[in-house]
């Protein structure tokens, strides 16, 4: 079985850029934002971000996926606030940190989802069961309104 990648390629700056938190990314993005990748995940996907979560996640993400740090650093100053709104990078930098939580769409890891992660991840409840007893073998037949 092939390891856990985490790469996603996301549009930043002058085009398309590959990002990656691997786990020297990750310990280091948790030492400059004081919080573990699923705060830092829920943080930017709500409204308690800071500036340090968009800027250090942008830039450990970029050198993960391969660029000099030098170059991830003006990319980000270049790119992020204060030169562009920070609300226009939240969402990057929230997919670079998800893509570290979940595996890539039609990949599963680990044991299948019970009932409560399948209704988390699809926001469905299943029908809840039936309280009526089960019809008789001589009851009448349903009728078939619409």
């Known amino acids: 079985m092939a390891a856990f990648d985490a790469r996603v390629v996301l549009p930043f700056g002058d085009g398309d ?36 979560d968009i800027h250090e996640t942008l830039r450990l993400g970029l050198i993960g996926g391969g660029m000099s740090a030098p170059d991830a650093l003006r990319l980000v100053q270049r790119y992020a606030y204060p030169a562009r709104p920070l609300l226009e990078c939240v969402p990057i930098a929230a997919m670079v940190v998800g ?4 595996p890539p769409e039609g990949e599963s890891v680990g044991r299948q989802p019970g009932k409560e992660e ?9 029908p809840p069961p039936s309280t009526e007893p089960a019809p008789s073998s001589g009851s009448a037949p349903m009728s078939s309104e619409a």
Request: proline residues 4%; aromatic residues 6%; hydrophobic residues 45%.
């Open 17 to 52: 850029q590959t990002f990656r938190l691997a786990l020297a990314q990750l310990l280091e993005l948790q030492e400059k934002t004081n919080a573990g990748p699923m705060d830092l995940f829920m943080r930017l996907r709500g409204t308690s971000w800071r500036v340090e």
């Open 99 to 102: 893509a570290t939580l979940s």
């Open 118 to 126: 399948a209704e988390a991840e699809t926001g469905v409840s299943p």
